[in-house]
């Protein structure tokens, strides 16, 4: 007799491509996992899977009983919800989080879902966003807080936030009197976001397009480092200054008036898969949605 656990099972070794992944998701063996397939295929009397020594995949008909797999579990899903009240939402949720996020409103999310999910467990990942789409792509994490959106088949976006880039620099870096030119950037280096990442992209365009052939760039995922090897003199910087205020205040780093075309905002979005599983992330985007919103970074409307 077929059960919701071989179902549950079939959906998440198909979402996942192995058995060992569908183990760990569901919290049991791998034993376990190839007991319940074999017991689903002998019920319905049709082959699921194609097992090689590269892993399983889906057989024609596979394919054919997924979608029905995952209305069934929606279903379940569902009427769990409607069954129980929202103060009572458990279990975990991991988070990816770009660190322009961290340095905002992260704590304060945190706290209120705390506040409001007492049994919900958070695990937050901080990460690029190019590493976060792989992570969330791959269901290493349910939701991420990202430059997005993902126009992705399956993909649920709810834009967050969009925080203006600026240059901003050192004092000590004694660049001269502005407004300041590209070509006179260019003779210091340019701290900014990773090197795959869009504004390092953009702003090493803009400098080659002014004639500086070799600018000197140095990318770097962590935003603190960034801040402070700028602070320290070592060249200036793109970024956005949302979370410089104290490094501001304290003139130990000020905004730069520069001669080029405008810098565009870095949109923020709340990224998630759709899924049986996903009621809780996307409980988790809205709380971010509201959160964001109170920390004033204006929505690019791209991003929806």
């Not at 140095?218 to 402070?228: C, K, T």
Request: with cysteine; glycine share 6%; aromatic share 4%.
């Amino acid at each position: 007799m077929i059960d919701l656990r071989q179902i549950e099972t079939f959906f998440w070794v198909a979402t996942l491509g192995s058995f060992r992944a569908a183990s760990e998701k569901l919290n049991t063996t791998q034993p376990a996992i190839s007991q319940r397939i074999a017991s689903l295929e002998e019920d319905l009397g049709v082959r699921l899977f194609e097992r090689d020594a590269r892993g399983v995949t889906l057989t024609g008909k596979g394919h054919e009983l997924l979608s029905h797999a995952e209305r069934m579990l929606q279903v379940r899903s569902d009427m769990l919800e409607a069954a129980r009240a929202q103060n009572v939402m458990s279990g975990r949720v991991r988070i990816g989080v770009a660190e322009t996020i961290v340095q905002t409103w992260l704590p304060e999310l945190l706290e209120a879902v705390h506040a409001a999910h007492p049994a919900l467990v958070l695990e937050i990942e901080v990460d690029t966003s190019n590493v976060l789409r792989a992570q969330l792509i791959g269901r290493q994490i349910d939701v991420a807080f990202l430059m997005g959106p993902i126009l992705e088949d399956r993909m649920e976006n709810l834009p967050l936030c969009t925080y203006p880039l600026a240059w901003v620099a050192s004092p000590s870096l004694d660049l001269g009197p502005g407004p300041l030119t590209l070509e006179c950037m260019g003779r210091h280096p340019i701290i900014t976001y990773p090197s795959a990442s869009e504004p390092y992209r953009m702003v090493r365009d803009m400098l080659m397009r002014a004639g500086v052939k070799a600018p000197r760039m140095y990318g770097s995922a962590s935003l603190s480092m960034v801040v402070r090897m700028a602070a320290d003199g070592m060249g200036s910087s793109v970024i956005a200054p949302i979370f410089l205020d104290k490094e501001l205040a304290r003139g130990e780093l000020c905004v730069l008036d520069v001669q080029a075309d405008p810098l565009p905002g870095l949109s923020f979005t709340a990224t998630w898969m759709q899924g049986p599983d996903s009621h809780a992330a996307r409980a988790v985007a809205q709380m971010a949605q509201a959160v964001a919103a109170r920390h004033g970074g204006s929505v690019d409307p791209a991003a929806t």
